[in-house]
């Protein structure tokens, strides 16, 4: 016979309280606002480690694209790290894996992101080929046909993957009518 403890709500305070200490220093930090060349910048610093993570919000989402422009984000993002006008496509794999910097971008329904993470030593190399990449893509004709393949493919397959497929019907019906009806699931990397 087993013998209850603990109450449910007992157990739920208890994990409330420890996430709320796990974050506390998360949240005790300092934010500070300000403007860029006329970018507004929200820094929060963290000296609890040497990480350095930088997102860039990109206004875009459904409301700004048609049904023929639908999915150009997550296009655009997958080429522009494929080279720029100031580092080939190797030299960026190269510096990257040399530093263990990660650019990548992402689309979601209301704002495209790119983003950056390095560790501190290496931000301003890192940086330099963020802004690259934002900046100056070289939108490589032959990159693009591959992404625009990869993602079509992506999208014919979510109906083969039963969480996708699921999440996909649930999208078509939340949202008949709606422009968020339009946004689909990046499953390609």
């Not at 990159?143 to 699921?166: F, N, S």
Request: hydrophobic share 45%; glycine share 6%.
């Amino acid at each position: 016979m087993s013998r209850i403890l603990f109450s449910r709500a007992a157990v739920r305070r208890w994990m409330i309280a420890v996430a709320v200490l796990a974050f506390a220093p998360l949240q005790a930090l300092a934010t500070e606002e300000f403007t860029v060349n006329g970018l507004k910048v929200i820094l929060k610093k963290n000296p609890a480690n040497q990480i350095v993570a930088v997102n860039l919000y990109i206004r875009g989402g459904v409301f700004n694209l048609t049904p023929q422009t639908a999915g150009i984000e997550p296009l655009l993002f997958s080429v522009a790290v494929k080279g720029t006008k100031k580092y080939p496509k190797e030299v960026i794999n190269a510096e990257l894996a040399r530093m263990g910097t990660q650019i990548d971008g992402n689309a979601t329904r209301d704002y495209g992101v790119g983003f950056l993470r390095c560790i501190k030593p290496n931000f301003e190399k890192s940086w330099d080929i963020f802004t690259d990449v934002v900046l100056n893509p070289l939108l490589d004709p032959a990159e693009v046909e591959l992404a625009r393949e990869q993602i079509l493919t992506g999208i014919r397959q979510q109906k083969d993957v039963p969480d996708a497929h699921l999440r996909l019907i649930a999208n078509e019906m939340f949202f008949t009518g709606h422009p968020y009806v339009r946004f689909f699931f990046r499953i390609c990397g």
